[in-house]
């Protein structure tokens, strides 16, 4: 069974600090596919990265990075200089396979930018 | 950009009612998928559907819940006679075979059963 685990239920930091989410899942697959989502207050659901088993190249993009680790199954998420426009619950995800199969959500983290 | 269009945004049925609720996914993707999300808990995926039938669905997905494409572009989910535990959001997904880029999530039906 997969699982994913964001053990950070809600992180508060004042704008402009930078900030770590953590997710560590679990799965049996030799290729699965890792996901950030975002989601704002108005409640939708926005992609953010997908990320496959076989590349552990970090990823950076503008203020956003993200920190694959197979040794320790681990998919952090970094938002640097962060901004109030940042605040919403961020959610990783898990699919196996090529992407296509469903997809396993952890609990999510709320992120609160204090001006 | 294409996106995943689902309507209502917002709907209101009493306890015991049957809903119906509509998604189109984006035209050329062949898997599509309804999640749930209690308000502040995860995402749950419900179902998925690929070449007219289920190919995969969870434990929630009981005898009330029921999916089709009734016409070659929009993607329903019905539950049957809801319950007050209905209440949720539901997001339904679109991808395209074998895709680079994952899922496409609609913005959502807020479900909220009185």
């Known amino acids: 069974a997969q699982k994913v685990t964001q053990a950070q239920t809600e992180i508060s930091v004042v704008e402009k600090e930078d900030v770590t989410l953590d997710c560590v899942y679990e799965?049996?697959?030799?290729?699965?596919?890792l996901f950030w989502y975002k989601q704002p207050p108005s409640g939708e659901l926005v992609f953010l990265i997908r990320r496959n088993s076989f590349d552990e190249q970090n990823e950076i993009s503008g203020r956003y990075s993200w920190n694959f680790q197979k040794s320790t199954s681990s998919f952090n998420f970094t938002i640097t200089a962060s901004q109030v426009v940042d605040s919403a619950v961020y959610f990783c995800?898990?699919?196996?396979?090529?992407?296509?199969?469903?997809?396993?959500f952890g609990t999510g983290t709320r992120l609160t930018i204090i001006p | 950009e294409p996106e995943v269009t689902q309507t209502p945004s917002h709907q209101v049925t009493q306890m015991g009612q049957e809903v119906i609720l509509r998604c189109v996914p984006i035209?050329?993707?062949?898997?599509f998928y309804w999640y749930r999300q209690i308000l502040g808990q995860k995402v749950e995926f419900l179902v998925s559907?690929?070449?007219?039938?289920?190919?995969?669905k969870s434990e929630i997905f009981d005898d009330q819940f029921s999916v089709e494409r009734p016409d070659g572009s929009n993607f329903t989910l019905k539950i049957r006679s809801t319950k007050l535990e209905d209440s949720a959001m539901y997001f339904c997904?679109?991808?395209?075979?074998?895709?680079?880029?994952?899922?496409?999530f609609g913005s959502g039906t807020r479900l909220t059963v009185v």
């Open positions: 559907f690929y070449n007219n039938e289920i190919s995969e």
């Open positions: 799965t049996r697959d030799t290729t699965y596919y």
């Open positions: 997904a679109s991808s395209e075979l074998r895709t680079v880029y994952g899922y496409t």
């Open positions: 035209s050329n993707h062949l898997y």
């Open positions: 995800a898990l699919s196996s396979n090529f992407g296509n199969e469903k997809l396993t």
